[in-house]
Structure formats: C-alpha cells, structure tokens
C-alpha cells in the first residue's frame, strides 16, 4: 500500500510542477531594439529552430535570423525601428504562420509540426535532395558514349559542372515544370529542360561529357523517384555554438542580377573600410551595387567602358541565342555578361580592386614586345581587365592589363601587390603594382607576369625550346606570407592540382613552378582519392587550403611534408600525397559513391587569419554552395560549424570574407560577409522577380545574448 500511494503522490507533483510552469510568462530579457519569447509546438519547446524576423519598411528589403536555445528561446538582437513579420522554420516543422511585431516585444511563437515526411522534406537544402541522385556503378566505366568520364569519379566531377551555376536539389530542379508541355517520357522532359534558354548550349555540353542519354535516364530516374514520394534523410537541426549564429540579410541588385564576388575591407587588414559599405559586382549587368548596411541602402553604380567602346564592341559570356525559350523570360536574352565584374578586395587607401572587361580582348603591342614581359612571354589577349574605384570620391581608375584579370590575391608587401590568376591565358599568373602605377602612371611599370611551366632541364628558369607549359590555368588564389609564393587551383581535367610559382629576386626570368595534384588512385596512398580543386587560401602558418570540388572535400596541403623536395621527381604532379590531409563534407554522399560522393558542392574557400568570427584563427572555411550555408572545420577535432541560411531557400555563396567594424564591442563588431550569387535568381524561394541578398554572419557567446 505504500508503494501505491507513492506513485500518485509523484504524479501529482509532476502535473502541479507543469501547470505552474505553463502559467509563467514566455519571456526572455531583451532590449528595446529586440525580439524575444519561446517557441513551442505540440511537443513543448522546439530547440534549435529558426526564428525569422523580416521587414519591408527599410530601404531595402530586411531579414535578421536566429535559432532557438535548448528550451525553446530566442533572442533577435539589435533590430531597426521598423515592424516585422516572425515565424518560424526548422527540421521536422512546416512554417509557421507569421505574427507582426515591432522591437521590444516579447513574442511567443507556436511551431507548426509537419504532418508527414515529404512536408518537412520541402525544407531541407537541395544537398540533402541531390543526394537522392544515383551514380552510376563504379563497374560501369569507362562508360560507353561519354566523352571525358573514365572513372565513377572523373563523371562525377564533370557532373558538379551543373552547380557552378545553379544548385542541384532545389524545388525548381528536383521537379520536372509542367508548363514545357507534355512528353512521353521523363527522359524526353529532361531532354527538352536542359536545352532551354541562353544557357541550354552549356548544359547539353555538360551531358554529353557524362554520356547523353544515359545522363538523361539517371536524371529521369531521380525525378520520378522524387514525384513518386521518395524523401531524403533529414538534416541535423543546428548544434552547439551553430546555435549563437546571427544572420542579417539585405536585398541587393536586380530580379536578373548575376552577383560574384562581394567584399568591403582590405583581406590583409579585416579592420579597413570599418563599418563603411560593402560592394557586389554583378557579372551580368556591368554595373556594382553598394550596400550601406547602417542605413539600409542599396546604389546601383555603372562600371566604366574604356574612352571610345561600346557595349556592342564588347563580347559575352553566354550565347546571344537560344534553342528554346526560357520558361520564365521566354526569348528575351536576359544573360548580357559582358563586364563579367568581379570585385577583389579593397586596397589600404579605400580604393576597390575589382576585375572588369572595360575594352576589346586584343592586346595593344605593349604587351606582346618592347618590355622585358612581353619579350619573354607575350600576351596577345586579355579578355578582362581591372579597375579601381575609390570608395570615397567615386571616381574609377581604368588598369590596362595585358593579362586577363580573375580571382585576386593581395600582398603583403610596399607596392600593395595584386597578384591574379590569368585565367585563360596562356598558363600565367599576372599581378599590378598599385605602388608603382601612383609614383609612376605606367601601366608598363606597374604590371608583370609569369607562365607556368615545368622547368625540363631543371635551370630554374623558363626555355622556351626546352622547357614545357604546364597547361593549367589559374581559378582562386592566394598569396604564401611565409615565403611570397603564390598559390592557384587548377580546375580542369581531373584530378586538378594547385599550382605554385614563386617570382624570385628578378620575375620573370626567376619564375619558378611546381604542381601538386590531390591523390587521385595513387597507390602510395590507395585511400585517398580527391578531385577539382577550385579554391585557393593560406593560413599564416603557410598551410594552403582547397575546396576539392569534384570529390566533396576540404583539403589542406603542407609542401614540408613531401618526401621528394628536388630533382626531376618533381615533375610528377602525384610525387607529393603525404601533404595532403582531405576532410569529407558533412553532407551526405549521393548513392553509388565508390569514394567520397558528397552531394554538396563548394564553390571556393576561405581562411579566417584573425579570428573575425570567433572561432580561432587561422580557421578553414568553405562555402557550402549546394547546402545554404558557410561551413568551418576545426582540423584538430575534423568537426565541421554550419552556418545555415534558412531563408530564402536557394543561398548560393561564390566567395566569402571577414570585417571587423568595431574590435573593441565584442561579437557584435565582427563578421562574415557573402552573398547569394546564384547565376538565375529566379531559382531562389520565392521564384521570378526574387533579387539576391547580401548576409552578415555573426557568432554570439550564446543564443540569447543582445
């Protein structure tokens, strides 16, 4: 009887406890410029959801996104006077309905628990859908019909070629749009999807490359799977210190904008250009769009043609045609392209490095002869130049540069040298010396160059009848502070390689190169298989960091460690496999993988050298362009800090870079910046007319602070 009576007794406890904490206030401490409250659902407090308040009574369009602590709290700091309408996403719930509220309020949020599988699967990044995606068997290569693939792993990477532009796995492309019409098959509706628009030349290339029609028939199979209710696994909610994440999001550029590239300090110096505006080139358009994200105001700037030049003089990147007319902007030619503008970074002085086709591509006669460049290595062409823009004044300077501008590295040293990977030309790097162009105006003087070679007759330096061009093109690069070498990624036939060249006492005569290709079926390290380096960053401790793009990796490369350090051994790109230290993505592999098959893509990445965040210094970080999110990896632990975008589904970051605004007001004068660079925003949440964003990552000590 004792024992009987005990239970009841604790029963009733428990419901007495519960009533009294249900009638407490859902209330958190906040400020006068936040919001806060509790989230819950029919399962009590929901932990490690996001809450999202946006508005529209700003300038510009505004969003700021939190997650909820272990119980259900939130806090949405440092809010302008505005109202806002909140609700709440998270895995396992549909979205809630939204509530207006203005700063300082205490709201409590009910969530919205999804009532089956595929309605909380319409959330989750479009990684976690591409997933879904089947290769084909490693037994089946090499695969008859496909032009370059002879591996599982070499179709693979030709495959992530979809997701230089778009992502794979969003809504818009994991369902087959009814307004092409009807066909008698899925593989005839993927036939006609990839040829539409300015764009459907290069998506049917990318087919033929993996083997067309069977291509078609595994993108068929994907897309029926999906339609016949097949869902992915569910991502992880946020963990940890991913929930002390702040996201601010601004609306910038045009429903047909293009942006690559956004940054707004000086990457050797993260506290230049202190809360001042962040600027996005638009690769479409020619023009930049500048982001004063105290006043919530957004500029359109035109960028310069050359005295004399017309657009119509100009070449494009995407085809002024098309097979079939866009489902969404029918023949007109929405892609122009013509600038292909790429902001790099900004220089001490507050003038922005940004690379932009501003004349014709064929070079004038200085640099082919006449300097001690062009007599060494001529250059007949360089399809994009550089400008500089002074965030101050206004006023542009035009860089006349014989070789073709792309990514940018920044160095340490008395000229501010940029160093730029010559996409395209030849197999050099080039670089402009903002020193010397000031002292002197010579562009002559202010530029040089160096090719990429194996040096054959091992005299260290380039013979033209001896020696051999490697071939391989610069994509992201960066500068070594430890020795001044300077580091690209090579992206073309697999397994791609980083490349290094140091110019020596007297360039281009002391140019020296060498290359590294990731393990790629290596049998000194069987294990190890990566392919497509794409990003290129050093850490202050000469560590090169590359996204490997193809494989699905983060990738560290020390040059110390190789066992070979001189001689012809060298030569061989796969001498040096004990450097390399590959990190899987935390995303999940797509089906059939033989090695890694991460259905993530990364489109570059990034190294945190002052500890702008957070995190620590020196930290790798990748963009997690198929996934909506920033992602960093502590390498001592191999744990991976995801920084999700909820919202709008669709965040497709191209770069990234770090400010500091203010050092001594804690997390708050800190952070990350990127921006939503999708080549057609017209795939984010929201479809046609949607525009991209510009974000601010920040890491608070933890998820209520304000």
Known sequence: MRTIRIIPGLCLLALIAKAVIAAEPASVEIDSDDIGGIVTSMNGPEAGVWVI????????????TVVTDGQGRYVIPDLPDATYQVFVRGYGL??????SARPGQQLALEATVASSEQAAAEYYPASYWNALFALPAAGEFPMAGASVADTQGEWKAIMQGCMICHQMGSKITREINPTMGEFDS????????????????????IMGQMGHQRALEMYADW???????ETPQAPPRPQGEERNVVITQWDIASPISFLHDMYGT?????????????IATDFNLGVMWELDPNEHTVERIELPLAPGVEVADMSTFSPPSMEYPSLYWGDTLVAQEWGRSEIQGILPDGRAVINHSFRPAANPERCTSGNTYADFFPLQGAGRQQLLYDVNTGEFELIDTCFGTH???????????VYQAALGLRNAIGWFKPGVWDETGDITAAQGWCPAYYDINQNGTYDENEDELTGMNGYFISWNPL??????????????????????????????????????YNSAAPELVGTLPRGSAVDRNGIVWTNLAGSGHLASFDRNLCEIQEGRGKLDPQHCPEGWTLYPLPTPNMRNAEASGSADFTYSNWVDQFNILGLGANLPYVTGTNSDSIMALRPETEEWFVMRVPYPMGFFARSMGGRVDNPYSGWKGRAIWAANEVRNPWHIEGGQGMTPTAAKFQLRPNPLAH
């Open 266 to 278: 000086d990457p050797r110096n993260p506290s230049a250009n202190a809360n001042g505006t962040m």
């Open 94 to 99: 549909v979205d809630s309905a939204r509530v």
């Open 223 to 229: 897309t029926d799977r999906i339609a016949a209710g």
């Open 483 to 520: 020795d001044g070498s300077v580091w690209y990624a090579y992206t073309g036939n697999d397994p791609g390689a980083m490349v290094r060249i140091h110019p020596g006492e007297n360039p281009p005569l002391t140019c020296t190169t060498e290359v590294y290709e990731p393990p790629y």
């Open 186 to 205: 899925s593989i005839a509706a993927w036939d006609r999807r990839i040829r539409l628009g300015q764009n459907g030349l290069h998506m049917t290339g």
């Open 407 to 417: 990514h940018a590295a920044f160095a340490e040293d008395a000229d501010d040298t």
């Open 53 to 64: 308040a946006e508005t529209d009574e700003l300038p510009t369009g505004y969003s700021k």
